[in-house]
Protein backbone atom coordinates (compact mmCIF):
# COMPACT_ATOMS: atom_id res chain seq x y z
CA UNK A 1 0.00 0.00 0.00
CA UNK A 2 1.43 3.75 -1.04
CA UNK A 3 1.43 6.05 1.79
CA UNK A 4 -1.28 9.08 1.18
CA UNK A 5 0.86 11.95 0.37
CA UNK A 6 0.25 14.48 3.04
CA UNK A 7 3.22 17.18 3.28
CA UNK A 8 6.10 17.17 1.04
CA UNK A 9 8.81 15.29 2.73
CA UNK A 10 12.56 16.59 3.19
CA UNK A 11 14.41 13.37 3.10
CA UNK A 12 15.84 13.40 6.40
CA UNK A 13 14.73 10.87 8.31
CA UNK A 14 15.33 11.06 12.44
CA UNK A 15 15.23 7.93 14.34
CA UNK A 16 15.63 9.11 18.08
CA UNK A 17 15.38 11.85 19.72
CA UNK A 18 17.43 13.57 22.77
CA UNK A 19 17.07 17.09 24.43
CA UNK A 20 16.54 19.47 21.43
CA UNK A 21 18.20 16.99 19.39
CA UNK A 22 17.09 14.25 16.64
CA UNK A 23 19.46 12.51 15.38
CA UNK A 24 19.10 10.02 11.98
CA UNK A 25 20.40 6.33 11.64
CA UNK A 26 24.12 7.34 10.48
CA UNK A 27 24.21 9.65 14.18
CA UNK A 28 23.84 13.27 12.39
CA UNK A 29 22.49 15.72 14.80
CA UNK A 30 19.92 18.10 14.45
CA UNK A 31 18.97 21.51 16.36
CA UNK A 32 15.10 20.76 16.99
CA UNK A 33 13.83 24.70 16.69
CA UNK A 34 10.31 23.28 15.52
CA UNK A 35 9.22 21.36 18.34
CA UNK A 36 7.71 18.65 15.92
CA UNK A 37 5.41 21.66 14.93
CA UNK A 38 5.30 23.04 18.80
CA UNK A 39 4.08 19.30 19.95
CA UNK A 40 7.88 18.59 21.82
CA UNK A 41 7.32 20.44 25.14
CA UNK A 42 9.59 18.73 27.76
CA UNK A 43 12.28 18.03 24.99
CA UNK A 44 12.74 14.67 23.10
CA UNK A 45 12.95 11.62 25.10
CA UNK A 46 12.87 13.06 28.29
CA UNK A 47 13.26 10.54 31.07
CA UNK A 48 10.78 11.50 33.46
CA UNK A 49 8.28 11.07 30.72
CA UNK A 50 9.81 7.71 28.98
CA UNK A 51 9.35 6.35 32.42
CA UNK A 52 6.04 7.13 33.56
CA UNK A 53 5.23 6.07 29.85
CA UNK A 54 6.47 3.42 29.95
CA UNK A 55 5.82 1.76 33.75
CA UNK A 56 1.54 2.74 32.53
CA UNK A 57 2.01 0.75 29.49
CA UNK A 58 3.16 -2.31 31.23
CA UNK A 59 0.45 -1.88 34.04
CA UNK A 60 -2.64 -1.20 31.72
CA UNK A 61 -2.36 1.26 28.68
CA UNK A 62 -6.45 1.13 28.39
CA UNK A 63 -9.92 0.31 28.78
CA UNK A 64 -12.60 2.19 27.90
CA UNK A 65 -13.99 5.84 29.83
CA UNK A 66 -17.05 3.08 30.77
CA UNK A 67 -14.99 2.48 34.24
CA UNK A 68 -12.79 4.63 37.00
CA UNK A 69 -9.59 5.88 35.55
CA UNK A 70 -8.09 7.76 38.57
CA UNK A 71 -5.37 9.19 36.26
CA UNK A 72 -7.61 11.69 34.91
CA UNK A 73 -8.55 13.44 38.18
CA UNK A 74 -4.98 13.46 38.93
CA UNK A 75 -4.45 14.98 35.39
CA UNK A 76 -7.18 17.60 35.74
CA UNK A 77 -6.29 18.63 39.26
CA UNK A 78 -2.58 19.28 37.95
CA UNK A 79 -3.30 21.27 35.42
CA UNK A 80 -6.04 23.17 37.09
CA UNK A 81 -3.34 23.90 39.73
CA UNK A 82 -0.51 24.87 37.29
CA UNK A 83 -2.71 27.08 34.82
CA UNK A 84 -4.76 28.57 37.56
CA UNK A 85 -8.07 27.45 35.78
CA UNK A 86 -8.97 24.75 39.02
CA UNK A 87 -12.64 25.66 38.37
CA UNK A 88 -12.72 24.91 34.87
CA UNK A 89 -13.87 21.17 33.65
CA UNK A 90 -11.65 18.97 31.55
CA UNK A 91 -13.02 17.10 28.78
CA UNK A 92 -9.67 14.88 27.20
CA UNK A 93 -9.87 13.95 23.73
CA UNK A 94 -7.01 13.05 21.25
CA UNK A 95 -6.10 16.22 18.93
CA UNK A 96 -6.33 19.89 18.67
CA UNK A 97 -9.15 19.32 16.34
CA UNK A 98 -11.26 17.08 17.95
CA UNK A 99 -10.80 19.61 20.81
CA UNK A 100 -11.78 22.30 18.91
CA UNK A 101 -14.84 20.48 16.94
CA UNK A 102 -15.91 19.63 20.83
CA UNK A 103 -15.58 23.23 21.70
CA UNK A 104 -17.68 24.37 18.42
CA UNK A 105 -20.37 21.88 19.56
CA UNK A 106 -21.10 22.98 22.85
CA UNK A 107 -21.12 26.52 22.31
CA UNK A 108 -24.37 25.84 19.44
CA UNK A 109 -25.63 23.71 21.70
CA UNK A 110 -25.31 25.98 24.95
CA UNK A 111 -26.41 28.95 22.53
CA UNK A 112 -29.24 27.16 20.63
CA UNK A 113 -27.16 29.29 17.81
CA UNK A 114 -24.86 28.17 14.56
CA UNK A 115 -22.55 31.40 13.08
CA UNK A 116 -18.84 31.15 14.29
CA UNK A 117 -16.67 34.56 13.72
CA UNK A 118 -13.07 32.99 13.28
CA UNK A 119 -10.02 35.80 11.91
CA UNK A 120 -8.01 35.89 9.25
CA UNK A 121 -4.88 33.76 9.38
CA UNK A 122 -6.80 31.25 11.94
CA UNK A 123 -5.94 27.62 11.88
CA UNK A 124 -7.51 25.66 14.23
CA UNK A 125 -7.59 22.41 12.24
CA UNK A 126 -8.83 19.65 9.77
CA UNK A 127 -11.77 18.22 10.73
CA UNK A 128 -15.42 19.28 9.31
CA UNK A 129 -16.07 21.94 11.97
CA UNK A 130 -12.40 23.22 12.79
CA UNK A 131 -11.32 23.55 8.73
CA UNK A 132 -14.48 25.49 8.31
CA UNK A 133 -13.27 28.23 10.90
CA UNK A 134 -9.50 27.96 9.62
CA UNK A 135 -8.62 31.01 7.11
CA UNK A 136 -7.05 28.36 4.70
CA UNK A 137 -8.67 27.75 1.16
CA UNK A 138 -6.35 25.13 0.54
CA UNK A 139 -7.47 22.71 2.98
CA UNK A 140 -11.13 23.54 3.15
CA UNK A 141 -12.35 20.25 1.07
CA UNK A 142 -15.46 19.53 3.57
CA UNK A 143 -17.73 22.55 3.32
CA UNK A 144 -19.38 21.99 6.64
CA UNK A 145 -22.84 24.63 6.05
CA UNK A 146 -23.76 23.56 10.06
CA UNK A 147 -21.24 26.10 11.30
CA UNK A 148 -21.19 29.45 8.95
CA UNK A 149 -18.24 30.89 9.31
CA UNK A 150 -17.52 34.97 9.25
CA UNK A 151 -14.04 35.64 9.20
CA UNK A 152 -12.76 39.40 10.88
CA UNK A 153 -9.46 41.02 11.13
CA UNK A 154 -7.31 40.17 14.11
CA UNK A 155 -7.93 43.03 16.73
CA UNK A 156 -10.76 44.59 14.46
CA UNK A 157 -13.14 45.20 17.89
CA UNK A 158 -15.49 47.23 15.70
CA UNK A 159 -16.04 44.26 13.20
CA UNK A 160 -16.54 41.68 15.91
CA UNK A 161 -19.01 43.90 17.29
CA UNK A 162 -21.26 44.74 14.40
CA UNK A 163 -21.11 40.96 13.63
CA UNK A 164 -21.97 40.02 17.58
CA UNK A 165 -25.07 42.75 17.31
CA UNK A 166 -26.99 40.87 14.48
CA UNK A 167 -27.72 38.00 17.42
CA UNK A 168 -27.36 34.76 15.94
CA UNK A 169 -23.17 34.34 16.90
CA UNK A 170 -23.00 31.14 18.82
CA UNK A 171 -18.90 31.62 19.23
CA UNK A 172 -15.89 33.68 18.87
CA UNK A 173 -12.82 31.40 18.40
CA UNK A 174 -9.58 32.87 18.54
CA UNK A 175 -5.87 31.62 18.74
CA UNK A 176 -3.96 32.64 22.22
CA UNK A 177 -1.12 33.58 19.39
CA UNK A 178 -2.06 33.02 16.20
CA UNK A 179 0.50 30.66 15.51
CA UNK A 180 0.02 29.01 11.55
CA UNK A 181 -0.92 32.37 10.59
CA UNK A 182 2.53 33.68 11.28
CA UNK A 183 2.87 34.22 15.21
CA UNK A 184 0.74 37.20 15.39
CA UNK A 185 -0.04 38.05 19.10
CA UNK A 186 -3.70 39.89 19.31
CA UNK A 187 -3.66 42.85 21.47
CA UNK A 188 -4.53 42.55 25.12
CA UNK A 189 -7.60 45.27 25.04
CA UNK A 190 -9.04 43.56 21.93
CA UNK A 191 -8.67 40.42 23.66
CA UNK A 192 -10.01 41.79 27.57
CA UNK A 193 -12.90 43.54 25.72
CA UNK A 194 -14.08 40.07 24.16
CA UNK A 195 -15.81 38.13 26.97
CA UNK A 196 -18.01 41.09 27.67
CA UNK A 197 -19.13 41.71 23.85
CA UNK A 198 -20.04 38.23 23.50
CA UNK A 199 -21.70 37.07 26.62
CA UNK A 200 -23.92 40.74 25.74
CA UNK A 201 -24.63 39.33 22.66
CA UNK A 202 -25.51 35.66 24.00
CA UNK A 203 -22.30 34.43 22.95
CA UNK A 204 -19.20 32.16 24.04
CA UNK A 205 -15.65 33.21 23.63
CA UNK A 206 -13.42 29.77 22.98
CA UNK A 207 -9.66 30.24 23.03
CA UNK A 208 -7.33 28.17 20.88
CA UNK A 209 -5.08 27.02 22.99
CA UNK A 210 -3.78 23.88 21.08
CA UNK A 211 -0.35 26.08 19.96
CA UNK A 212 0.65 28.61 22.21
CA UNK A 213 -0.61 27.00 25.47
CA UNK A 214 1.05 24.67 27.86
CA UNK A 215 3.67 27.11 28.68
CA UNK A 216 4.38 28.12 25.60
CA UNK A 217 4.20 31.60 25.68
CA UNK A 218 5.94 31.73 29.06
CA UNK A 219 2.30 31.62 30.76
CA UNK A 220 0.70 28.63 31.35
CA UNK A 221 -1.92 30.17 28.75
CA UNK A 222 -1.15 32.73 26.26
CA UNK A 223 -4.64 34.22 26.74
CA UNK A 224 -3.30 34.96 30.38
CA UNK A 225 -0.50 37.47 28.99
CA UNK A 226 -4.08 39.85 29.79
CA UNK A 227 -6.84 39.53 31.99
CA UNK A 228 -9.26 37.36 30.30
CA UNK A 229 -11.66 34.54 31.12
CA UNK A 230 -12.58 32.42 28.38
CA UNK A 231 -15.82 29.98 28.10
CA UNK A 232 -13.74 27.62 26.94
CA UNK A 233 -10.20 26.73 26.24
CA UNK A 234 -8.45 23.59 23.64
CA UNK A 235 -5.78 22.55 24.00
CA UNK A 236 -3.62 19.85 22.87
CA UNK A 237 0.19 19.60 21.02
CA UNK A 238 2.42 20.79 24.00
CA UNK A 239 0.12 18.52 26.28
CA UNK A 240 1.45 15.18 25.60
CA UNK A 241 4.82 15.84 24.38
CA UNK A 242 4.61 13.60 21.04
CA UNK A 243 1.55 11.48 22.45
CA UNK A 244 -1.72 12.29 20.89
CA UNK A 245 -3.80 13.93 23.70
CA UNK A 246 -5.71 17.39 23.60
CA UNK A 247 -9.06 18.51 26.03
CA UNK A 248 -11.62 21.02 26.18
CA UNK A 249 -11.73 23.19 29.25
CA UNK A 250 -14.91 24.13 30.25
CA UNK A 251 -16.22 27.42 32.21
CA UNK A 252 -18.45 26.50 35.32
CA UNK A 253 -21.65 28.85 34.45
CA UNK A 254 -21.58 26.26 31.14
CA UNK A 255 -22.91 23.72 33.03
CA UNK A 256 -22.23 20.95 29.78
CA UNK A 257 -24.77 18.25 30.43
CA UNK A 258 -23.21 14.91 31.63
CA UNK A 259 -23.43 12.38 27.86
CA UNK A 260 -23.27 15.05 25.28
CA UNK A 261 -19.29 14.67 24.93
CA UNK A 262 -17.80 11.33 24.59
CA UNK A 263 -14.75 9.55 22.63
CA UNK A 264 -13.71 5.82 22.77
CA UNK A 265 -9.18 7.40 23.05
CA UNK A 266 -9.32 10.43 24.74
CA UNK A 267 -8.25 10.45 28.91
CA UNK A 268 -7.04 6.75 28.24
CA UNK A 269 -4.33 5.50 30.82
CA UNK A 270 -1.45 6.01 28.50
CA UNK A 271 -2.45 9.04 27.44
CA UNK A 272 -2.89 10.10 30.90
CA UNK A 273 0.53 9.25 32.25
CA UNK A 274 2.02 11.11 29.39
CA UNK A 275 -0.18 14.32 30.03
CA UNK A 276 0.75 14.19 34.03
CA UNK A 277 4.77 13.52 32.82
CA UNK A 278 4.71 16.81 31.14
CA UNK A 279 2.77 18.74 33.84
CA UNK A 280 5.43 17.03 36.56
CA UNK A 281 8.24 17.86 34.34
CA UNK A 282 6.66 21.44 33.48
CA UNK A 283 6.84 21.97 37.31
CA UNK A 284 9.43 20.50 38.40
CA UNK A 285 12.01 22.02 35.83
CA UNK A 286 10.16 25.16 36.08
CA UNK A 287 10.08 25.53 32.62
CA UNK A 288 7.67 28.36 32.03
CA UNK A 289 10.39 30.91 33.38
CA UNK A 290 13.11 29.02 31.32
CA UNK A 291 10.41 29.46 28.44
CA UNK A 292 10.50 33.27 29.00
CA UNK A 293 14.28 33.74 29.77
CA UNK A 294 15.59 31.89 26.70
CA UNK A 295 12.53 33.08 24.91
CA UNK A 296 13.77 36.84 25.55
CA UNK A 297 17.06 36.66 24.77
CA UNK A 298 16.13 35.09 21.35
CA UNK A 299 13.69 37.97 20.39
CA UNK A 300 16.10 40.27 21.68
CA UNK A 301 19.29 38.94 20.11
CA UNK A 302 17.67 38.17 16.75
CA UNK A 303 16.15 41.66 16.78
CA UNK A 304 19.03 43.55 17.51
CA UNK A 305 20.28 41.57 15.00
CA UNK A 306 18.72 43.64 12.18
CA UNK A 307 18.49 40.43 9.59
CA UNK A 308 14.68 40.14 10.40
CA UNK A 309 11.85 43.03 9.31
CA UNK A 310 9.87 42.24 12.38
CA UNK A 311 10.23 39.87 15.38
CA UNK A 312 7.01 38.90 17.07
CA UNK A 313 5.71 36.16 19.55
CA UNK A 314 5.92 35.39 23.54
CA UNK A 315 8.39 33.09 25.24
CA UNK A 316 9.23 30.55 22.91
CA UNK A 317 6.54 31.26 20.28
CA UNK A 318 8.18 33.08 18.15
CA UNK A 319 7.76 34.68 14.31
CA UNK A 320 10.70 36.20 12.22
CA UNK A 321 9.39 38.03 9.29
CA UNK A 322 11.43 38.65 6.06
CA UNK A 323 11.35 40.98 2.96
CA UNK A 324 10.97 37.94 0.90
CA UNK A 325 10.18 34.28 0.92
CA UNK A 326 11.86 32.04 3.78
CA UNK A 327 11.52 28.58 1.47
CA UNK A 328 15.53 28.75 0.77
CA UNK A 329 16.92 30.39 3.96
CA UNK A 330 15.01 27.23 5.79
CA UNK A 331 16.43 24.69 3.12
CA UNK A 332 19.93 25.94 4.12
CA UNK A 333 19.44 26.23 7.73
CA UNK A 334 17.88 22.29 7.65
CA UNK A 335 20.99 21.00 5.33
CA UNK A 336 23.79 23.03 5.78
CA UNK A 337 23.45 24.18 9.72
CA UNK A 338 20.80 21.12 10.52
CA UNK A 339 18.64 23.20 11.93
CA UNK A 340 14.83 22.41 11.88
CA UNK A 341 12.55 25.42 12.02
CA UNK A 342 8.92 26.00 10.80
CA UNK A 343 6.91 27.87 8.37
CA UNK A 344 3.83 29.64 8.50
CA UNK A 345 0.91 29.99 5.98
CA UNK A 346 2.90 33.62 5.43
CA UNK A 347 5.58 32.71 2.92
CA UNK A 348 7.80 35.46 4.54
CA UNK A 349 7.30 34.29 8.23
CA UNK A 350 9.60 32.04 10.21
CA UNK A 351 8.35 30.40 13.52
CA UNK A 352 10.61 28.97 16.22
CA UNK A 353 8.78 26.63 18.29
CA UNK A 354 11.78 25.14 20.31
CA UNK A 355 11.35 22.75 23.34
CA UNK A 356 10.70 24.78 26.58
CA UNK A 357 13.79 23.23 28.30
CA UNK A 358 15.79 24.56 25.66
CA UNK A 359 19.24 25.69 27.35
CA UNK A 360 21.09 28.93 26.21
CA UNK A 361 23.72 27.32 24.41
CA UNK A 362 21.49 26.05 21.82
CA UNK A 363 19.91 29.57 21.77
CA UNK A 364 23.08 30.74 20.50
CA UNK A 365 23.77 27.78 18.05
CA UNK A 366 20.52 28.48 16.56
CA UNK A 367 21.47 32.46 16.19
CA UNK A 368 24.56 31.64 14.92
CA UNK A 369 23.20 29.20 12.34
CA UNK A 370 20.85 32.40 11.01
CA UNK A 371 23.82 34.58 11.33
CA UNK A 372 25.65 32.12 8.51
CA UNK A 373 22.99 31.48 6.61
CA UNK A 374 21.85 34.48 5.81
CA UNK A 375 25.88 36.26 6.10
CA UNK A 376 28.15 33.10 5.53
CA UNK A 377 30.74 35.74 5.53
CA UNK A 378 30.58 37.22 8.91
CA UNK A 379 31.58 34.64 11.69
CA UNK A 380 29.29 35.55 14.59
CA UNK A 381 27.06 37.53 15.79
CA UNK A 382 27.31 37.92 19.40
N1 LIG B 1 -5.42 24.78 16.59
C1 LIG B 1 -4.22 25.32 16.39
C2 LIG B 1 -3.95 26.72 16.87
C3 LIG B 1 -3.22 24.59 15.73
O1 LIG B 1 -2.02 25.15 15.50
C4 LIG B 1 -3.50 23.26 15.31
C5 LIG B 1 -2.47 22.39 14.63
N2 LIG B 1 -1.48 23.01 13.95
C6 LIG B 1 -4.77 22.74 15.55
C7 LIG B 1 -5.71 23.52 16.21
C8 LIG B 1 -5.14 21.34 15.13
O2 LIG B 1 -4.53 20.42 15.94
P1 LIG B 1 -4.39 18.88 15.44
O3 LIG B 1 -3.49 18.86 14.28
O4 LIG B 1 -3.87 18.16 16.67
O5 LIG B 1 -5.76 18.42 15.10
Redesign the pocket.
Known amino acids: MTLFDVYSLYPIEPVRGEGTYVFTEEGKRYLDFYGG??VISIGHAHPHYVKKISDQVARIGFYSNSVENPLQQELADKLGRLSGLDDYQLFLVS????A?ENALKLASFRTGRSRIIAFRGA????TSA?VNATDNEAIKAPINRNYPITFLELDDLAAVREELDKGDVAAVII?GIQ??GGIHVPEAAFLEALPELCHDNGALLIL?E???GYGRSGKFFAFQHSEVRPDII?V??GMGNGFPI?GVLIAPELEPKSGMLGTTFGGSHLACAAGIAVLDVIEQENLLENTRTQGNYLMETLEASGLFTEVRGHGLMIGLQMNGPIGELRKRLLFEHHVFTGSAKDPNTIRLLPPLNVCREECDRMIEAFQQALNPEEVSLR
Open positions: HASGAENFHGRAEGIDVQSTAKG
